[in-house]
């Protein structure tokens, strides 16, 4: 019997609110085989039935305590590093697992990677966790004088979401603000108030990404002179690597790292 719903198509918003949403219309409207895509991406076709999912708060909230009460938190933060990964296949993979987890709820989600849907979703998992960790290396703070520690980014995944924490208890007593300048928002944390908290930031002066050195405080740029000299001091030039240097630190990061700058990249 075929599914009528698999010419089905539920277009979200982008946001995981949007997607909590789309995933409870679906169940809603029981349209199991259906497609879930992001609107701002989606090629219109006559052959497909598009509904219009808005975000609504309250249908997340249902769908994520549903989640919360089946999965494990790991199941759950593979979900979300799946989703942040911004693939356009994932989200009709993400719902298919849904599904799947709530007919056998002690079947791991990701245990079976025979399945295509599994097996998608477990490798944009492990690019993003990868893309994480280095981004949790890689940020470089630029010190502005109005004590506002500043950094541009522009991964590959939207991984400030999951960036932010660290970030967080790292530097805990100070002012800064982390900006994905191709996702256009950042999150800001003011470490001097009673009960600081991480919010997020979409309007920011352009130039503090385009010209961030204006902005700079009278020691910024002696304190990156430094790093520079420190940084060209400490290598070897008898144990260069520059094969495995680029395997462990790509080329795509060293525009913002304070001690590449200057360097050519090819």
């Known amino acids: 019997m075929i599914d009528s719903s698999m010419d089905t198509v539920l277009c979200f918003d982008g946001s995981f609110e949007g997607f909590l949403s789309a995933v409870f219309e679906g169940y809603a409207l029981k349209l199991l085989g259906a497609d879930i895509v992001n609107q701002h991406r989606y090629v219109p076709s006559f052959l497909q ?7 609504d708060p309250a249908k997340a909230v249902r769908v994520m305590t549903k989640l919360q009460a089946l999965c494990s938190k790991k199941e759950l933060n593979e979900i979300l590093s799946a989703f942040l990964s911004e693939n356009e296949q994932v989200y009709s993979s993400l719902y298919r697992l849904i599904q799947q987890k709530i007919k056998r709820p002690k079947q791991a989600m990701l245990s079976n990677l025979g399945d295509p849907d599994a097996l998608l979703v477990s490798n944009l998992v492990q690019k993003v966790r990868r893309e994480r960790h280095r981004m949790c290396a890689f ?47 950042g999150i800001y944390f003011n470490g001097a108030e009673a009960k600081p908290s991480l919010e997020m930031i979409v309007d920011i002066d352009q130039k503090m990404i385009h010209a961030p050195k204006v902005f700079h405080s009278d020691i910024e740029s002696k304190y990156q002179k430094l790093w520079q000299v420190y940084f060209k001091h400490v290598s070897i030039e008898e144990r260069k690597n520059i094969r495995h240097h680029v395997q462990q630190l790509p080329k795509r990061y060293w ?9 050519e990249i090819p």
């Open 49 to 55: 039935t598009v509904i219009d999912c808005p975000t």
């Open 139 to 185: 940020v470089r703070f630029e010190h502005g004088d109005d004590n506002l520690y500043f950094a541009k980014i522009i991964p590959d995944f939207d991984v400030l979401p999951l960036i932010a924490q660290f970030f967080r208890r790292r530097f805990a007593k100070q002012n800064w603000l982390i900006f994905d300048a191709h996702r256009h928002y």
């Open 255 to 263: 525009r913002f790292l304070t001690e590449k700058q200057g360097i």
